[in-house]
């Protein structure tokens, strides 16, 4: 069981950077994968990185070249650099984890708003 809370989401102008940043608690962090996710309204809520406890990297194709996500397993700590962002970047984004050995991700962050501006 992991705990988990999000940070760093706000107001942007298109073209520039963010980062967000997932805190866990727990004492076995390095054992979970840590998944980004974002849903915007109306639409279907996707997965857009993720990390595996091996390092291992996913990214959705909409957000590949912009977006680069990492953890530091000494902070228990995941985060999420965007850069180039637009527009459709707009959502809620979430953080979630994924014990190792398990099929879904189970533990959830609160969420932060994450607006870009034209």
């Known amino acids: 069981q992991v705990q988990l809370v999000e940070s760093g989401g706000g107001l942007v102008q298109a073209g520039t950077s963010l980062k967000l940043s997932c805190t866990a608690s727990?004492?076995?962090?390095?054992?979970?994968?840590m998944g980004w996710f974002r849903q915007a309204p109306g639409k279907e809520r996707e997965l857009v990185a993720a990390?595996?406890?091996?390092?291992?990297?996913y990214y959705a194709d909409s957000v590949k070249g912009r977006f680069t996500v990492s953890r530091d397993n000494t902070k228990n700590t995941a985060d999420l650099q965007m850069n180039s962002l637009e527009p459709e970047d707009t959502a809620v984004y979430y953080c979630?984890?994924?014990?190792?050995?398990?099929?879904?991700?189970?533990?959830w962050g609160q969420g932060t708003q994450v607006t870009v501006s034209s």
């Open positions: 727990g004492r076995t962090f390095s054992n979970y994968a």
């Open positions: 990390i595996g406890s091996d390092g291992s990297t």
């Open positions: 979630a984890a994924r014990a190792r050995g398990r099929q879904s991700y189970e533990n």
